[in-house]
């Protein structure tokens, strides 16, 4: 029984050559420039919503500045990586060493941040209509969810209460009993006394603005020499 061998010419093709066959589409200037001009209406959008609804008190404004920078970088990119494979392969590699070495502190900025990242990959992909909506509907679900927390804090939002006032005898009960008629939900975190001072901290809850007015007036009626710091419950988390 004969046995008939063939043998299958292989081709070796390097990952240059076959860079050199893959078409590279030109990158159209005027579709460049009318993605830049939504990116940049976008991204202030995006930022003017960050500076005045953000409930981080802190570098607020400088963030809202920047977000614009982050999304037409992040569209300049896309824009001239999506013509050439070489290039997107390049950007890989440059990304895997890339490390941020700037910690976010808060999540709400890493949420805008990478919410002006997917503007400018959208626009720089011209899906032009998908970052427009996207865009209109995370602003609105963001704005209404931010009406509804602000209406539940006013309604009851921790406060965070601490007072020095001069160590009295029945000082300590007088003011215990203030706060147990006036604030509602009362939760003692810390008494300290010396010699001289008394020192109270507590978590409590004024449902309205006029009791909080109230309760100031009586300490500073009855315990003249204390003194009152108030912490709100934008500062301080409900629990």
């Known amino acids: 029984m004969d046995i008939v061998s063939s043998t299958i010419p292989v081709t070796e093709i390097s990952i240059s050559d076959l860079l050199k066959n893959v078409p590279a589409p030109e990158v159209s200037i005027s579709d460049l420039a009318l993605n830049i001009f939504i990116g940049v209406i976008l991204s202030f959008c995006l930022g003017f919503h960050y500076i005045h609804r953000s409930k981080n008190k802190s570098l607020r404004r400088d963030l809202g500045f920047v977000l614009p920078i982050i999304c037409l970088t992040t569209l300049l990119v896309i824009s001239v990586v999506k013509s050439s494979l070489a290039l997107s392969l390049g950007l890989v590699g440059a990304l895997s060493i890339v490390r941020f070495r700037t910690p976010i502190k808060e999540p709400e900025e890493l949420a805008y941040i990478f919410l002006a990242i997917a503007i400018g990959l959208s626009l720089g992909a011209d899906q032009r209509q998908i970052a427009v909506i996207s865009l209109i509907v995370v602003l ?100």
């Open 140 to 239: 609105a679900v963001l704005s209404i969810i931010e009406l509804w927390s602000s209406r539940q804090k006013s309604i009851a939002g921790n406060i965070l209460l601490s007072m020095e006032a001069p160590n009295e005898k029945g000082q300590l009960e007088k003011i215990l009993g203030l706060l147990e008629s006036t604030a509602w939900g009362l939760d003692i975190r810390r008494i300290d006394q010396d010699p001289d001072n008394l020192f109270i901290t507590a978590v409590t809850k004024f449902p309205e603005k006029d009791r909080l007015l109230k309760f100031c007036q009586q300490v500073e009626t009855q315990f003249p020499n204390t003194k009152v710091s108030i912490i709100d419950n934008f500062s301080f988390p409900n629990e």
